[in-house]
């Protein structure tokens, strides 16, 4: 095998996977400009939940954001909707965290973690595994 066919074996995966991050990054939009309501359904009715303050992190942040409660379509309980208005210092991946957290208090009184690691001591073969743990509630469907 010549060194230009080698060559093309290595950089031919490299340029494609280059181009598929580049494709995503185009679909999603605007990272940080554009700042968007996020919603989540929680199994419980809305006269419930308006009677009480909501638990969890997002009492926490709940005087730098815009919190609404309506009812779920269906009868299927009720919707919280988060929006992070403009110069909040609240980030996108802090309000998914917070709904989370506050649906699993609402419905099973209690939040629900992975459990850590068997080892406390940084490896280079764990870091992935620490850092998609520790940024795993930030991101995803809500």
Do not use: C, W
């Amino acid at each position: 095998m010549g060194r230009t066919r080698k060559a093309f074996l290595i950089i031919g995966p490299l340029a494609a996977g280059a181009a598929t991050v580049v494709a995503a990054r185009r679909r999603r939009g605007p990272a940080s400009g554009a700042r968007r309501r996020h919603v989540v359904t929680v199994y419980k009715p809305l006269p419930e939940l308006e009677a009480t303050q909501l638990p969890g992190s997002l009492r926490e942040i709940a005087h730098q954001v815009e919190i609404s409660l309506a009812a779920a379509p269906g009868d299927r309980g009720t919707e919280i909707s988060v929006r992070v208005p403009d110069g909040s210092p609240v980030t996108d991946g802090e309000v998914r965290r917070a709904l989370r957290e506050t649906r699993s208090l609402l419905e099973a009184g209690d939040v629900l973690l992975p459990s850590g690691p068997a080892t406390t001591e940084t490896t280079p073969l764990n870091r992935p595994l620490q850092a998609a743990t520790r940024h795993g509630r930030e991101g995803g469907l809500l």
